[in-house]
Nanobody
Framework: QVQLVESGGGLVQAGGSLRLSCAAS????????MGWFRQAPGKEREFVGV????????YYADSVNGRFTISRDNAKNTVHLEMNSLTPEDTAVYYC???????????????????WGQGTQVTVSS
């Protein structure tokens, strides 16, 4: 069982930056790929990016590639999402999620992820 808690959301002006964190409980955290997703009002949950178990492989959605960076610290059971050059289109609730599979595949579909945090709101003003 893994419990995830996101933090770091808030209100920022367009062009600004935020750093989200996801704290995980459970000794098996380091075995899991960790994904970030977001959901804006009235829209479907959207893939943002995913990092593999050891942090060496990362994959991003086209909409955030080059602006967002995912990293992890397995010793501290944390995953981070560094967001730069934010635009109002990035406004959403951001979720981290854990993929229990250990096959090294970086999944982009939300339904492959077994564990989810409660989400943190990111609002970007124009």
């Amino acid at each position: 069982q893994v419990q995830l808690v996101e933090s770091g959301g808030g209100l920022v002006q367009a062009g600004g930056s935020l750093r989200l964190s996801c704290a995980a409980s459970g000794r098996t955290f380091s075995n899991y790929a960790m994904g970030w997703f977001r959901q804006a009002p009235g829209k479907e949950r959207e893939f943002v990016g995913v990092i593999n178990w050891n942090g060496r492989n990362v994959y991003y959605a086209d909409s955030v590639n080059g602006r967002f960076t995912i990293s992890r610290d397995n010793a501290k059971n944390t995953v981070h999402l560094e967001m730069n050059s934010l635009t109002p289109e990035d406004t959403a609730v951001y979720y981290c999620a854990a993929d229990r599979r250990t096959d090294s595949i970086l999944r982009t579909r939300w339904y492959y992820y077994e564990y989810w945090g409660q989400g943190t709101q990111v609002t970007v003003s124009s």
